[in-house]
């Protein structure tokens, strides 16, 4: 009895902690089917006493949110490639061979994480200006690649440091060249580590707004967050139902592509169990 008691206490602190992580998105979904007398008003209900569409459809038409939506798709691709194919070598190198390469790399990577990116927003902005790339999705993409870069380099030499040398060693004693070796050793066991990094670099680009903010002028190139800023008036009057409704359909793909590169990881984590 006790011990039934018990399992029901702890389901019942799990769904109270589900709810707990979701009252915000349940929140502003809501949000976003209400109608602007009821969001302006002063009741408080999780329920419309009105269901409206009307704030998807301003959403979309208003702000060119579709179009942002591809500049942001664009850019966290684009991004995401690039920091996947510079720190999965750089990272095997870090976690693999010693002495100064490891020691400036790992200092490299501590240094970039404390700095605020305030203060390398001015450096940025210049260097990229020089190279003509502002207001530029490529000057974006690069950007968000550098600032990407350094703690994806560390949290993915982290799981290649976890795969066993041996491993390595085996193989070459067993005939296999290096390139096989990586290929059919070391980066199917590095699986996770990689739908990991992706994910990071993908969400991270996906909700970066200050780099955007500064370096994007140009309309037809503004991302997603730089567009639901848009809903602040100059006033700073807020449509608050087409600004909940568009930062709904903006999570979508990000929900997307983490419901598909969680399944990724899964399956990555088995295999590497199996394998190891």
């Given at each position: 009895m006790t011990r039934t008691l018990g399992r029901i206490g702890q389901y019942v602190l799990l769904a109270a902690f589900i709810v707990f992580l979701a009252f915000p998105l349940i929140w502003l979904i809501s949000c976003s089917f209400k109608s602007s007398a009821e969001l302006n008003s002063l009741s408080v209900n999780i329920i419309p006493q009105q269901?409206?569409?009307?704030?998807?459809?301003?959403?979309?038409?208003?702000?060119?949110?579709?179009?942002?939506?591809?500049?942001?798709?664009?850019?966290?691709?684009?991004?995401?490639?690039?920091?996947?194919?510079?720190?999965?070598?750089?990272?095997?190198?870090?976690?693999?061979f010693g002495g100064k390469i490891r020691a400036i790399g790992s200092a490299w990577v501590m240094v970039s994480q404390v700095f605020p990116v305030i203060l390398i927003i001015l450096p940025l902005f210049l260097i990229l200006r020089a190279m003509n790339l502002t207001d530029s999705l490529v000057g974006l993409t690069l950007v968000h690649t550098t600032y990407t870069l350094p703690f994806a380099l560390w949290m993915l030499q982290g799981y290649v440091a976890n795969i066993p040398f041996d491993l390595e060693e085996a193989g070459a004693m067993d005939g296999a060249s290096r390139w096989t070796v990586l290929m059919k050793i070391v980066f199917p066991l590095l699986a996770p580590?990689?739908?990991?990094?992706?994910?990071?670099?993908?969400?991270?680009?996906?909700?970066?707004?200050?780099?955007?903010?500064?370096?994007?002028?140009?309309?037809?190139?503004?991302?997603?967050?730089?567009?639901?800023?848009?809903?602040?008036?100059?006033?700073?009057?807020?449509?608050?139902?087409?600004?909940?409704?568009?930062?709904?359909?903006?999570?979508?793909?990000?929900?997307?592509f983490f419901t598909i590169m969680q399944r990724k990881l899964i399956s990555g984590m088995m295999a590497g169990a199996v394998k190891g």
């Open positions: 269901f409206t569409a009307s704030n998807y459809s301003v959403a979309l038409e208003k702000q060119g949110l579709i179009r942002s939506a591809v500049n942001s798709l664009l850019v966290a691709l684009a991004s995401t490639l690039l920091v996947v194919a510079i720190s999965l070598p750089a990272s095997y190198l870090l976690a693999r580590g990689i739908v990991a990094t992706a994910l990071f670099a993908f969400v991270s680009s996906w909700n970066e707004f200050f780099f955007g903010l500064v370096l994007l002028q140009s309309p037809e190139n503004y991302t997603l967050p730089i567009t639901l800023k848009m809903f602040i008036g100059g006033e700073g009057k807020v449509a608050l139902g087409p600004l909940a409704a568009g930062s709904v359909l903006a999570a979508i793909p990000s929900i997307i």
